[in-house]
């Protein structure tokens, strides 16, 4: 049973727009969200996370929002940037596990 | 110097066979795990260690022993491999067992043939 999930599976935005990326969430449990980035042939990495009490952290040109009540976090990317065109996974954090999304691939057209 | 580094990189084998992956992480961390990221890319936790300790056991086969044999390094061991084993392995490391982010590996690719 997939508790998170990332329903669009690929993105493609123009070079200097703004991506969004939606995540949402089932179990109202989670107080830790994270998102990370992956290559190819690579591991995830971390990017940016946010704690339940908050509902927006801003770093540098990537800012995640979250939404308690409509279960759904976004990460936002002003201005978008090729070397962005990667995998995107949300996962969500209730007690000492981490739940994965499936991922969404952005493509960044230079 | 890779932080969390994992052995082999790709694995291809034939059915029923016996296969280890292994994963050394050099932050300090007490606390590494397993993933596995299967065909529809979902990305699930296997096991848990804290301390060289099992935290976390998800369903999954009895034919799947991790050892961690210091809280450095946390090996996963499958014994008679099934086609439906063939995925993307993943280990990771985190400072603390709860929240903080997770530092993984670049992935172990195992075929089973």
């Known amino acids: 049973d997939q508790q998170v999930k990332q329903n669009s599976p690929s993105l493609s935005v123009q070079e200097g727009r703004i991506s969004i990326l939606n995540c949402d969430y089932t179990?109202?449990?989670?107080?830790?969200f994270l998102w990370y980035k992956k290559y190819p042939a690579e591991g995830p990495t971390f990017l940016i996370s946010?704690?339940?009490?908050?509902d927006k952290n801003e770093d540098g040109r990537f800012t995640v929002f979250l939404n308690k009540s409509a279960k759904h976090l976004s990460l936002h990317i002003v201005p978008s940037q090729p070397g962005d065109s990667a995998v995107y996974f949300c996962a969500a954090s209730a007690g000492n596990q981490f739940y994965f999304g499936t991922g969404t691939s952005l493509t960044v057209i230079p | 110097d890779t932080a969390v580094s994992q052995t082999p990189k790709y694995l291809v084998t034939q059915m029923g066979n016996d296969k280890s992956i292994k994963c050394e992480q050099n932050?300090?961390?007490?606390?590494m795990y397993w993933y596995k990221q299967d065909s529809k890319k979902f990305l699930k936790i296997m096991f848990s260690y804290n301390n060289k300790e099992l935290i976390i056991n998800e369903t999954v086969p009895n034919r799947f022993s991790p050892k961690s044999p210091d809280k450095a390094h946390l090996n996963l061991h499958i014994n008679s491999l099934e086609l439906g084993d063939s995925a993307v392995y993943f280990c990771?490391?985190?400072?603390?067992?709860?929240?903080?982010?997770?530092?993984f590996g670049e992935g172990s690719r195992l075929t089973v043939l």
């Open positions: 179990n109202s449990m989670f107080d830790y």
């Open positions: 946010i704690s339940s009490i908050k």
């Open positions: 990771a490391s985190s400072p603390e067992l709860r929240v903080g982010e997770l530092f």
């Open positions: 932050l300090g961390h007490d606390t």
